[in-house]
């Protein structure tokens, strides 16, 4: 995929009906519920449709992608669960072995072309090729808004931990039997299970909403698959990478950094394990680790500062692309951020290049946490 030719998808509003609240879901019957109006909208656009993941697919996209896939074909949508960069983390990879999840890959912007409509779980803004004209049947989500999202539904909860508690609602409410019993109805309920529990760091953020969603399926839960996702093998390659963070990383107070040089693709989640795993240095309360992938800055950080938002200072240090989307993102205690290289990602001097994208990388951080302490 070309990401010079990227754009946010935002379908025609002339089309699309007013937009619900995003305080929260209504919990009425009928069409009147959330999962009803998602049903509704996703009745109205005819063909084959596809549920996108932005960005490395992780337990919360994958979980609620599937089950997005479900609900359309309850009311006889086919969907495609698709995604753009590898499923790079190792239990990522063992989540859609054991469960057989059904994923293709886009990789071109042809790839679009049989779709007639999309949707966005676990994100409320994408880029995808300038030729995919698709309208945006829906958008759930409970990271913060980036602009205004724009789609026949949305549903963007900031205060639950995961978007799997919202698709958990959705398949509970739905008035056809999405969990009915049998082989597709347990290995759902341990995805949406797995996908909660990844994003609230095993409950330790869940909110109220998370622990009811996960009771609600829990008897469904295949324990023993939730066990063995659990008791993942970090791979070799991953540890050399958390190698390389603690060899290179600068301390600032109580925040630490780290550039950790080129990274695979299929590696790439090892930076923000690096980051989970600096984190935890005596002293510290932010982490901040970063590399080079396929000719982008790939980022992340980790906090236990409640008064950091990673949005907000993610977006604040790197800004905005000229899209109108910012390079960085997040939640609470993490965030990621993505900048392009662009014809700079051709340097036939790799080692060079690196030396300039970490110091100029360096230099934003330290700027920025200066900034940051001054405002504190």
Same mark, same amino acid.
């Given at each position: 995929?070309?990401?010079?030719?990227?754009?946010?998808?935002?379908?025609?509003?002339?089309?699309? #009906?007013?937009?619900?609240?995003?305080?929260?879901?209504?919990?009425?019957?009928?069409?009147?519920?959330?999962?009803?109006?998602?049903?509704?909208?996703?009745? $109205?656009?005819?063909?084959?449709?596809?549920?996108?993941?932005?960005?490395?697919? !992780?337990?919360?996209?994958?979980?609620?992608?599937?089950?997005?896939?479900?609900?359309?074909?309850?009311?006889?949508?086919?969907?495609?669960?698709?995604?753009?960069?590898?499923?790079?983390?190792?239990?990522?990879?063992?989540?859609?072995?054991?469960? !057989?999840?059904?994923?293709?890959?886009?990789?071109?912007?042809?790839?679009?072309?049989?779709?007639?409509?999309?949707?966005?779980? *676990?994100?409320?803004?994408?880029?995808?090729?300038?030729?995919? =004209?698709?309208?945006?049947?829906?958008?759930?989500?409970?990271?913060?808004?980036?602009?205004?999202?724009?789609?026949?539904?949305?549903?963007?909860?900031?205060?639950?931990?995961?978007?799997?508690?919202?698709?958990?609602?959705?398949?509970?409410?739905?008035?056809?039997?999405?969990?009915?019993?049998?082989?597709?109805?347990?290995?759902?309920?341990?995805?949406?299970?797995?996908?909660?529990?990844? !994003?609230?760091?095993?409950?330790?953020?869940?909110?109220?909403?998370?622990?009811?969603?996960?009771?609600?399926?829990?008897?469904?839960?295949?324990?023993?698959?939730?066990?063995?996702?659990?008791?993942?093998?970090?791979?070799?390659?991953?540890?050399?990478?958390?190698?390389?963070?603690?060899?290179?990383?600068?301390?600032?107070?109580?925040?630490?950094?780290?550039?950790?040089?080129?990274?695979?693709?299929?590696?790439?989640?090892?930076? =923000?394990?690096?980051?989970?795993?600096?984190?935890?240095?005596?002293?510290? $309360?932010?982490?901040?680790?970063?590399?080079?992938?396929?000719?982008?800055?790939?980022?992340?950080?980790?906090?236990?500062?409640?008064?950091? *938002? &990673?949005?907000?200072?993610?977006?604040?240090?790197?800004?905005?692309?000229?899209?109108?989307?910012?390079?960085?993102?997040?939640?609470?205690?993490?965030?990621?951020?993505?900048?392009?290289? =662009? &014809?700079?990602?051709?340097? #036939?001097?790799?080692?060079?290049?690196?030396?300039?994208?970490?110091?100029?990388?360096?230099?934003?951080?330290? $700027?920025?946490?200066?900034?940051?302490?001054?405002?504190?």
């Amino acid at each position: 995929m070309n990401h010079q030719e990227a754009l946010r998808i935002e379908p025609d509003r002339s089309s699309s #009906p007013h937009l619900p609240d995003l305080r929260g879901p209504r919990r009425v019957d009928g069409a009147e519920s959330r999962v009803g109006q998602l049903l509704e909208a996703l009745r $109205k656009h005819e063909g084959r449709h596809v549920v996108v993941i932005r960005g490395y697919p !992780d337990p919360d996209s994958l979980a609620s992608a599937w089950a997005h896939q479900r609900l359309a074909a309850s009311v006889g949508i086919e969907c495609d669960i698709a995604h753009l960069p590898l499923v790079s983390r190792a239990e990522n990879r063992a989540m859609v072995n054991l469960l !057989d999840l059904p994923l293709v890959r886009v990789t071109a912007a042809e790839d679009l072309d049989r779709y007639a409509a999309l949707s966005l779980v *676990d994100t409320n803004a994408i880029e995808l090729p300038s030729s995919a =004209g698709l309208p945006c049947v829906s958008i759930v989500d409970h990271h913060a808004i980036q602009g205004k999202p724009i789609a026949d539904f949305v549903d963007i909860r900031l205060g639950v931990g995961a978007a799997s508690t919202i698709y958990t609602e959705y398949v509970i409410e739905a008035p056809t039997r999405v969990l009915e019993s049998g082989a597709i109805a347990t290995r759902l309920a341990t995805a949406l299970a797995y996908g909660i529990r990844s !994003d609230t760091d095993d409950l330790l953020h869940a909110s109220a909403d998370d622990l009811r969603a996960l009771a609600s399926i829990i008897e469904l839960v295949d324990t023993d698959v939730l066990s063995a996702l659990s008791r993942y093998a970090i791979p070799s390659s991953s540890m050399r990478i958390m190698r390389r963070a603690l060899e290179a990383m600068q301390v600032e107070g109580m925040w630490v950094f780290a550039g950790v040089g080129q990274v695979r693709s299929q590696d790439r989640d090892a930076i =923000g394990q690096a980051a989970d795993f600096l984190l935890r240095r005596e002293g510290i $309360k932010t982490a901040i680790t970063f590399g080079l992938v396929e000719g982008w800055i790939d980022g992340s950080l980790r906090t236990t500062d409640a008064s950091l *938002d &990673p949005a907000t200072w993610l977006r604040d240090a790197f800004g905005i692309g000229p899209l109108g989307m910012p390079y960085g993102g997040g939640r609470r205690g993490k965030g990621g951020f993505q900048i392009p290289l =662009g &014809p700079l990602a051709a340097c #036939p001097n790799q080692d060079a290049l690196w030396q300039v994208v970490r110091e100029m990388v360096e230099d934003t951080i330290r $700027k920025r946490i200066g900034t940051s302490d001054e405002a504190g």
